[in-house]
C-alpha cells in the first residue's frame, strides 16, 4: 500500500512542493487540502518579480539558496522555450533605494548578471524623483506569474494522480489519517497550528495596460515605496506594505499613493489603460517556517513538515523551498521507514 501525504494550501508554495514530491517519490498518494484555488490564491494577485522581499530575519543564506533554484529552472524553462506555457518572463529590474545601511544581497550572485549605477545616474534620478538615493543595481531577473502557473501546475498535479479536495482545515489533526503533513498554509498556518508570529502583510496593486514597458523598477525609498512590473498581459503598478493589516478592501488613498509615485518613476504611465485595483495579504513572519514537527495526536504521533511564512517572497522562493522540503520528507521515510 502506498503512503499518503498531505498537503495543506495550494498556492506557489503548496504546488510546487507538491510536484516536487510527485517527482522524487512517485510512489506516494498526495492529496492537497485548500479552501481556494487558482484564481483565488494570494500567488494570483502578485505580479510574481523574482526578488526576495519582506523576509524578516531569515538568514541571507537560506535566502540566496532557495532563490537560486528557482531562479535556475526559470532560467532553464526560458532556454527551454517553456516559458510561455508556465508564465515565466525575462527581464532587467532595476532596485532603487534610499537606504544608508544597504548592503548588495548575496542572492545577486545567482543572476545572469548585474551592474551598480554610477553616482552620477543617481544623483540624476535622485532629483527627478525627489528623493535622496543612496545606491541602486540594474540586474536580469524574471516574473513567474502566479495567475498563469498555478492552474498549469494544478494540471499537471493532477494528471500525476494528485488529489485536490476543497476544504477549510483548521487543526491539523484532522489529517491525521495521513503519513506525513506538510503546513503550505501561508497566513492560515496562524490559525491552523496556533502560529502567533504570523502576520498580514497588506498589499494593493493596481493592473494597467502599458505594452511599452519591459523593465520592472523598484523604489524603496521613504515616503516613496513603489514598483512597476511587467506582466504578459498587462503591468503591476504597487504597491503598499501595511504590516499586521487584514483588511482587502481597496482603499482610495493607497490607489492616488501608486498613481502618483509610479508616474512619478516613469511619466509614459500617463498613458496607461487602467484595467482594475486588487488587494492580497502576504503571509508574514520574523523567518520562514521550513522544519519537521512531531505533534502528539492520541496514542499517535502526527509527522508534520512546515513550509509557510514568505513573506512577499512565495513565488520567489518556492522552488528551492519545495525540493528542501522534499528532503526532509527523505529523513522522515528514512528514521521511520514508511
Request: glycine share 8%; net charge neutral.
Amino acid at each position: 500500500m502506498s503512503k499518503k501525504v498531505a498537503i495543506v494550501g495550494a498556492g506557489a508554495i503548496g504546488l510546487t512542493t507538491a510536484l516536487a514530491i510527485q517527482r522524487k517519490f512517485p510512489n506516494i498518494d498526495i492529496t492537497i487540502f485548500t479552501k481556494e484555488v487558482s484564481p483565488h490564491t494570494t500567488s494570483d494577485v502578485a505580479a510574481g518579480l523574482w526578488e526576495p522581499v519582506f523576509l524578516g530575519d531569515t538568514p541571507e543564506d537560506k535566502i540566496a539558496y532557495w532563490s537560486q533554484e528557482t531562479y535556475e529552472q526559470l532560467l532553464r524553462w526560458w532556454k527551454e522555450g517553456k516559458a510561455r506555457k508556465y508564465g515565466v518572463c525575462l527581464m532587467p529590474s532595476v532596485k532603487l533605494t534610499d537606504k544608508l545601511d544597504f548592503k548588495l544581497p548575496k542572492w545577486l550572485d545567482c543572476t545572469l548578471g548585474y551592474y551598480i549605477l554610477p553616482k552620477d545616474e543617481l544623483a540624476k534620478l535622485s532629483n527627478r524623483l525627489d528623493v535622496k538615493l543612496t545606491a541602486g543595481i540594474n540586474f536580469i531577473s524574471f516574473t513567474w506569474e502566479g495567475a498563469l502557473f498555478l492552474r498549469t501546475l494544478q494540471k499537471q498535479f493532477t494528471e500525476n494522480g494528485g488529489k485536490i479536495v476543497i476544504k477549510a482545515v483548521k487543526k491539523l489533526q484532522e489529517l491525521a489519517d495521513f503519513d506525513v503533513i506538510i503546513n503550505c498554509a501561508g497566513l492560515g498556518a496562524k490559525e491552523i497550528v496556533g502560529d502567533q508570529e504570523m502576520i498580514s502583510i497588506r498589499g494593493q496593486v493596481r493592473k494597467v495596460e502599458a505594452p511599452w514597458i519591459y523593465e520592472s523598477c523598484v523604489l524603496d525609498a521613504e515616503p516613496k515605496v513603489c514598483y512597476i512590473i511587467p506582466n504578459t498581459s498587462q503591468l503591476t503598478l504597487g504597491g503598499t506594505a501595511n504590516y499586521d493589516v487584514d483588511d482587502t478592501t481597496v482603499t482610495e488613498t493607497d490607489k492616488s499613493n501608486i498613481v502618483r509615485d509610479c508616474n512619478q518613476l516613469d511619466r509614459s504611465l500617463k498613458s496607461a489603460k487602467y484595467l482594475k485595483d486588487v488587494v492580497g495579504l502576504r503571509p508574514g513572519r520574523s523567518q520562514v517556517r521550513l522544519d519537521i514537527e512531531t505533534l502528539p495526536h492520541g496514542d499517535k504521533e502526527l509527522k508534520v513538515i512546515h513550509n509557510y511564512g514568505h513573506g512577499g517572497s512565495g513565488i520567489t522562493l518556492s522552488l528551492g523551498c519545495a525540493e528542501e522540503a522534499c528532503n526532509l520528507l527523505q529523513k522522515i521515510i528514512t528514521k521511520s521507514k514508511l
